[in-house]
């Protein structure tokens, strides 16, 4: 980790990093007195935008209702510390969107067998599907030094 290696992630290497494994995303908003506020959500990734099925009642639902723009990070919590930090814009699906499958497809993603039955349990609760659609994002590989160390962000437009 003492080396210049550091860089962005190639759009390859971001999708496997956002597909793989159970990283949890956080998804930062501003509540209704101007305050930050972070909230961890399961989330998948499709290569262009991040699906998330959130309970109705949470206050980054309501903070997103109100303002839908958001900050989202993705980020390894063990060595190589990389992460994905995104500059994005919510969509919600509405009623008519059919959240149970994918939903169920994030509870064994991250529960595992093991789990379905308390993800189960939960369908009785209303739900909010929505997309985070990245308007810029920045990434840190994880090797050798962060670039931040030596220049500024570089955030890039999403495509």
């Given at each position: 980790?003492?080396?210049?290696?550091?860089?962005?992630?190639?759009?390859?290497?971001?999708?496997?990093?956002?597909?793989?494994?159970?990283?949890?995303?956080?998804?930062?908003?501003?509540?209704?007195?101007?305050?930050?506020?972070?909230?961890?959500?399961?989330?998948?990734?499709?290569?262009?935008?991040?699906?998330?099925?959130?309970?109705?009642?949470?206050?980054?639902?309501?903070?997103?209702?109100?303002?839908?723009?958001?900050g989202?990070?993705?980020?390894?919590?063990?060595?190589?510390?990389?992460?994905?930090?995104?500059?994005?814009?919510?969509?919600?699906?509405?009623?008519?969107?059919?959240?149970?499958?994918?939903?169920?497809?994030?509870?064994?993603?991250?529960?595992?067998?093991?789990?379905?039955d308390?993800?189960?349990?939960?369908?009785?609760?209303?739900?909010?599907?929505?997309?985070?659609?990245?308007?810029?994002?920045?990434?840190?590989?994880?090797?050798?030094?962060?670039?931040?160390?030596?220049?500024?962000?570089?955030?890039?437009?999403?495509?």
């Open positions: 980790m003492t080396s210049n290696d550091g860089r962005g992630m190639t759009p390859e290497e971001r999708d496997e990093f956002l597909t793989t494994g159970r990283l949890f995303a956080k998804i930062a908003t501003v509540n209704e007195n101007g305050f930050p506020s972070i909230s961890p959500v399961w989330y998948t990734w499709d290569g262009s935008s991040f699906l998330v099925v959130s309970k109705e009642r949470t206050g980054m639902v309501k903070n997103l209702r109100r303002d839908p723009r958001c989202l990070l993705v980020d390894n919590f063990e060595l190589p510390y990389k992460r994905v930090s995104v500059q994005g814009e919510i969509e919600f699906l509405g009623d008519d969107f059919e959240y149970v499958e994918p939903m169920m497809e994030m509870a064994m993603r991250y529960l595992g067998p093991d789990g379905m308390y993800a189960k349990s939960t369908l009785v609760f209303p739900r909010v599907p929505f997309l985070v659609h990245p308007k810029k994002m920045t990434s840190w590989n994880g090797g050798g030094y962060d670039r931040t160390f030596t220049q500024d962000t570089h955030w890039k437009e999403a495509k």
